[in-house]
């Protein structure tokens, strides 16, 4: 539609901005070499937000976050993907100590399947946001988890609820019951990564971006140029038909 009718996808969807700030993500590895990684991506990269890979071992976990932020400072934000890895006992005692690092916001401290459980510590911890990304599939999903006051942001991956049509819908039903969302991403091309920064650049309940994907390849643009300029964390949407990418293999 984009194509035939001259327009970015952005736009056809929204046009809220064309701007988007995107976090990059930190992977499990000793606190220490965390925190070196997460220095680097401040120092030389650019980024202005991180988000810190989590959950086997809450102790550990802690002392990675006081490590990070020692490393990058105050004034970088701070958010933990627990990728299910907590019982609702160690994700409460594990927030209560982040928030003493300064994160903002927790992704996805239970099993998938468990809503009740995450209301459950969305109810004991305050000041710390909590986000669900492996529960959220579709728009009843998201409408169970916002009922249920499960969670204060949703993670939504294209290729997890099946293209921005859908994505759009889970959304929709976000923003009726006053829960943001973030876009996020699995091992993808700069394709895919279009779409979602897209999607993020056109609508404004969709407020953070986690689109990093595509810079742990070799070759960033995979064969894919245009879509999107990045200057360190900021990714500027081109005003070109479509995605605007050029893809040559």
């Known amino acids: ?5 001259g327009q970015p996808v952005y736009k056809l969807l929204g046009g809220y901005s064309n701007r988007v700030q995107n976090d990059i993500t930190i992977g499990i590895n000793t606190p220490e070499l965390m925190a070196e990684e997460a220095r680097q991506h401040v120092l030389r990269d650019g980024f ?12 550990e976990d802690i002392r990675a976050m006081h490590l990070i932020r020692e490393a990058v400072g105050p004034h970088i934000r701070l958010r933990v993907d ?26 996805q401290c239970l099993p998938y399947w468990d809503f009740e459980g995450s209301a459950y510590v969305r109810s004991k911890v305050s000041g710390i946001r909590i986000m669900l990304d492996e529960s959220i599939h ?7 988890a916002c ?17 921005l049509f859908r994505a759009s819908q889970i959304n929709a039903i976000a923003e009726a019951f006053g829960v943001t969302c973030m876009v996020g991403c699995m091992m ?3 394709l895919a990564t279009t779409a979602g920064v897209s999607l993020v650049a056109a609508k404004k309940n969709i407020t ?20 999107f300029t990045r200057e360190n964390d ?14 040559s293999f």
């Open 1 to 5: 539609m984009g194509k035939f009718m």
């Open 48 to 59: 202005h937000i991180l988000k810190i890979k989590a959950g086997i071992h809450p102790e």
């Open 82 to 107: 627990a990728n299910q890895g907590y019982t609702a006992s160690d994700a409460v005692y594990a927030l209560q100590e982040f928030k003493k690092a300064g994160i903002e916001a927790v992704e």
């Open 138 to 144: 579709n728009h009843l999903d998201a409408a169970r």
């Open 147 to 163: 009922k249920n006051g499960c969670a204060d942001i949703l993670n939504i991956k294209l290729m997890k609820c099946g293209g």
């Open 188 to 190: 993808e091309t700069k």
């Open 208 to 227: 953070e971006a986690d689109c990093d994907s595509f810079l742990f390849y070799a070759d960033e643009q995979t064969g894919m140029t245009g879509g």
């Open 234 to 247: 900021i990714f500027t949407l081109l005003d070109a038909p479509g995605f605007g990418l050029d893809i």
